[in-house]
């Protein structure tokens, strides 16, 4: 009961949510980057909401399917074929041993998921199944899927249970490849310079090809602080948009060191954490300050909606 | 000296810093880390888990849990800073448990500590007097970051104080000790560095298979021997 990698895409790793509990010691979380898709497939496939999914990059590998199952695309649009009929991302598919799924073409986004029913039964490290690359553990063997990888299904029953449906497009991130995202001051906002504070929601900036499941480094005309240097080291977040001494930006993503040292000038919310996460090189993002409480308010609305669609797939 | 009370600084939406301090000493990494286990101690709902760093703990949580379990604050922010002051304050001020120095054997020089003789002219020491000053102190491990059990000790003696290289290594090996201004660290995994590398143990300080997962926690204590 498996999938079969028959050619390998880049990038592709297994993950889930996220390994938590362990930053103490300098291990980060890893995890899916955009939490929100991988979730939304999971529960629209009956599955935990944090099975173990695969995470593709473009090009993305080329998947034979050794057993019957049912399974779920979610995240990026690589425009999915399914024994070269087209198919699309949101909604679960019933298929037969032998159908290959491919990914011909990016449209939108950078990272797709798949999900099969009953989720994949992969190396579990510390409490989660997410490809820890720098430990090499987690996931499948701890690295990239390659050529020939098969990934079990944790369920040998994968094809029968699990209602078959499509996800709502009003609960689905709204991507795009020139976002604006709602951040949150960081504690170091206040040391840029005046005119920096006023031009860091105004300017736009490109996502450089310096970016990757770690961080993306962003390209703008720099920004200046008032005083010089780093402050002492701190853990960081997911979504910590943080100043570098070359007056450019890095916006930690899912696979972040632990801590860091550098100014800390926003916080992406939670709730566009996986618009952010669809972005690659050469995709433009803005940032919009809203407050805390707002912060979290679009953090409980989008808890209302999974809710709400967990009761509908059940 | 009296004590600042610490500051609640939003980490994102999902979690905060305390921070006591910004600063690197012993007492105020005493501080953090008896509050990261003061706040592991208390499980609040929603705990997710906390983060130890020089002068500050980090706390994540999930906002559901904590929502539910505090209804009364505006923000769950505030919830959980009012959760964290009141136990902090209410706890007393141990002392660190002083567990037994954990003894670290390292090869100095040659193939395992290419930098020794580099730290060395820096300071105007003989190769040797840089491994007896090492060797001669007991480091306190302030926290655990950049590598999954990368550990960021001190103080160095100010006789050793060298600064980073200008250009990383693209490959540090496994247990290599490295000096990095007034810190030392030990390398728990392969990977790219920019420390001073003097030398290495066979140690495995990164143990996936074990739990937890690294031979040294924050706040523990080192001592290194010479090994020949």
């Known amino acids: ?314 | 000296m009296a004590k600042r009370p610490p500051l609640f600084i939003p980490l994102g939406d999902s979690a905060l810093t305390v921070e006591f301090g910004s600063t690197i000493s012993e007492s105020l990494n005493q501080r953090a880390i008896n509050a990261a286990q003061t706040i592991e101690e208390l499980r609040f709902p929603g705990l997710v888990e906390t983060v130890p760093a020089y002068a500050s703990v980090s706390v994540f949580y999930d906002l559901v849990a904590v929502r539910r379990a505090f209804p009364g604050y505006a923000t769950c922010f505030d919830a959980v800073s009012a959760v964290i002051a009141n136990a902090i304050a209410s706890a007393r001020d141990s002392p660190s448990g002083q567990r037994a120095p954990i003894v670290i054997p390292v090869k100095f020089g040659g193939e395992s500590g290419p930098d020794l003789d580099l730290v060395a002219r820096h300071n105007s020491l003989p190769a040797e007097s840089v491994i007896s000053i090492f060797v001669s102190k007991i480091y306190r491990v302030y926290m655990l970051g950049f590598l999954p059990g990368f550990t960021y000790m001190g103080e160095l003696d100010h006789r050793l104080d060298t600064p980073r290289k200008d250009s990383p290594r693209t490959r540090v090996d496994a247990g290599s000790v490295g000096i990095a201004g007034r810190q030392t660290g030990i390398y728990s995994l392969p990977s790219p560095g920019g420390w001073q590398i003097i030398g290495r143990t066979s140690l495995e300080i990164f143990r996936p298979s074990t739990e937890p997962p690294c031979l040294v926690g924050p706040g523990d204590r080192i001592r290194f021997v010479e090994e020949k």
């Open chain 1, 1 to 314: 009961m498996s999938l079969l990698i028959q050619k390998a895409g880049i990038l592709g790793t297994v993950q889930d949510l996220g390994r938590f509990g362990y930053r103490r010691f300098g291990i980060n979380t890893g995890g899916a980057m955009d939490r929100t898709a991988v979730r939304l497939i999971n529960i629209l496939l009956g599955n935990d909401e944090s099975a173990a999914v695969i995470e593709m990059h473009f090009p993305a590998s080329e998947i034979v399917f050794e057993a019957a199952c049912k399974f779920a695309i979610g995240g990026a649009d690589f425009s999915p074929e399914l024994d070269n009929l087209s198919i699309g991302n949101w909604r679960s598919y019933s298929v037969q041993a032998g159908s290959v799924l491919r990914f011909p073409a990016k449209r939108l986004g950078h990272r797709a998921y798949l999900a099969v029913s009953g989720g994949f039964s992969a190396d579990f490290w510390l409490g989660s199944r997410s490809t820890n690359l720098v430990a090499g553990v987690g996931g499948s063997h701890g690295r990239q899927l390659q050529t020939g990888d098969r990934i079990s299904f944790a369920d040998a029953n994968s094809a029968r249970h699990g209602p078959s449906g499509v996800i709502s497009p009003a609960i689905i991130p709204r991507y795009g490849n020139y976002p604006t995202v709602r951040v949150i001051a960081g504690n170091e906002f206040e040391d840029l310079t005046a005119d920096s504070q006023l031009a860091f929601e105004k300017q736009r900036y490109k996502i450089s090809v310096n970016s990757d499941r770690m961080g993306f480094r962003l390209t703008s005309d720099p920004l200046v602080a008032k005083s010089s240097g780093e402050v002492l080291s701190s853990a960081v977040s997911f979504g910590t948009v943080q100043l570098l001494p070359d007056g450019q930006l890095i916006v930690l993503m899912s696979d972040h060191q632990t801590t860091g040292g550098y100014p800390r000038i926003a916080h992406i919310i939670d709730r566009d954490l996986p618009v952010a996460a669809q972005l690659g090189a050469g995709d433009g993002i803005a940032f919009h300050f809203i407050s805390l409480a707002q912060a979290e308010a679009l953090y409980f609305e989008r808890e209302r909606d999974l809710a709400l669609f967990r009761v509908a797939c059940r």
